[in-house]
């Protein structure tokens, strides 16, 4: 398939369509769900190339804007939201059927703890669980001091194992 | 449950991949995009556009009533004016009458602009003046004195008195009088 698209923005979506889908995901823990918002907020950034052409400014554009458009698809269907478990598809095939319960039921009540957690923890742990980021890859993409990003993360996760437990 | 397991626990909820149809699916969604090119101003040049039009307003704005009060820096020349310039009359236009068919054209008259303002001098002021500057410049008058004299003139009473009227004083005859002998003189005639 011949794809004519700009070549800055090719180099760009290259990297940032697994970023996009990951912060959808990370809200809506529903494959297509996520898929479907992340497509939405390629096409804005696409339209908005003309003024995002820095490219950690785009990054942090794109991961701003798929959030929001994340929570608001979240709350939108609030009705209908089927979660999956990831751990799911990563269980080897020897599992047995209690392991993939337990599984199952260990991620469904992290996620209800990232749930509780206030907007601004959230987005910080969800950055952070992405696997190939450190502190100072969520302190770009937010736009925020590392030393800020430390803290909400470390109040973070306080909260996660107080709310575990 | 420590922060490591934790950390591996969201780590582990998160590494879901997308679709292998999903790169695909994008690329074909933003290639269906209407192509625009990328409308891009540098912020410099709108900076200068705004800073331009500004420039613009703010001339437009004050140099009428700027040259409405500005001073007049070339001092007029005293000149000597003997005759007072004859009045101008600014014919008025008057609207056509529906009747008349013939349509005249009406020139009006203007009153020649100067650029300079006109200062009447008396002859008399002009040509004392004038041989009071080539006194002092023939050294017939010190000038270097005209100070003192000046003070000594302000310190002495400031007072003026008035000149007394140089000419005979006009009689003015009752009415009657005067009627009467016109009558007589014309008698005489």
Do not use: C
Not at chain 1, 52 to 57: G, S, T
Not at chain 1, 71 to 86: G, L, M, N, P, Y
Not at chain 1, 150 to 162: G, N, V, Y
Request: aromatic content about 6%.
């Amino acid at each position: 398939m011949t794809v004519d698209l700009d070549q800055e923005f090719e180099a760009q979506l290259a990297e940032s369509t697994r970023l996009a889908f990951r912060v959808a995901y990370g809200v809506l823990r529903h494959r297509e769900d996520a898929e479907d918002v992340a497509q939405e907020a390629l096409t804005k950034a696409y339209r908005k190339r003309g003024s995002l052409r820095e490219h950690e400014r785009f990054r942090a554009w794109l991961v701003r804007i798929t959030w929001r458009m994340a929570i608001d698809h979240q709350r939108s269907h609030k009705r209908r939201v089927v979660w999956e478990t990831a751990d799911v598809a990563n269980l080897g095939t020897n599992e047995s059927a209690v392991d993939i319960l337990a599984s199952r039921e260990r991620s469904a009540s992290l996620w209800q703890a990232i749930d509780a957690l206030p907007e601004k923890l959230r987005i910080v742990t969800v950055l952070a669980g992405i696997q190939e980021h450190d502190i100072r890859e969520v302190a770009l993409l937010l736009e925020l001091p590392e030393g800020t990003i430390k803290s909400r993360l470390f109040l973070a996760r306080q909260r996660l194992k107080e709310l575990l437990q | 449950m420590n922060e490591d397991q934790l950390k591996r626990e969201i780590e582990q909820a998160l590494s879901v991949e997308p679709s292998p149809q999903f790169m695909a699916k994008v690329r074909r969604e933003l290639v269906a995009e209407p192509r625009r090119p990328p409308v891009r101003l540098p912020w410099t040049l709108v900076a200068a556009g705004v800073a331009g039009a500004v420039l613009i307003l703010a001339i437009v704005v004050f140099l009428p009533r700027q040259s409405g009060n500005s001073i007049v820096k070339s001092v007029p020349a005293i000149v000597p004016v003997t005759e007072v310039p004859q009045s101008v009359e600014i014919e008025t236009v008057r609207p056509p009458k529906p009747t008349v068919t013939a349509e005249r054209k009406v020139t009006p008259v203007t009153a020649p602009r100067r650029s300079e303002p006109e200062v009447l001098f008396d002859p008399r002021e002009a040509a004392a003046f004038r041989s009071f500057v080539q006194a002092v410049q023939e050294k017939k008058v010190n000038a270097s004195r005209l100070d003192a004299f000046f003070e000594a003139v302000e310190r002495a009473d400031s007072t003026i008195e008035p000149m007394p009227i140089a000419g005979t004083p006009i009689e003015i005859r009752p009415l009657e009088l005067a009627v009467e002998e016109k009558q007589r003189g014309g008698e005489t005639l």
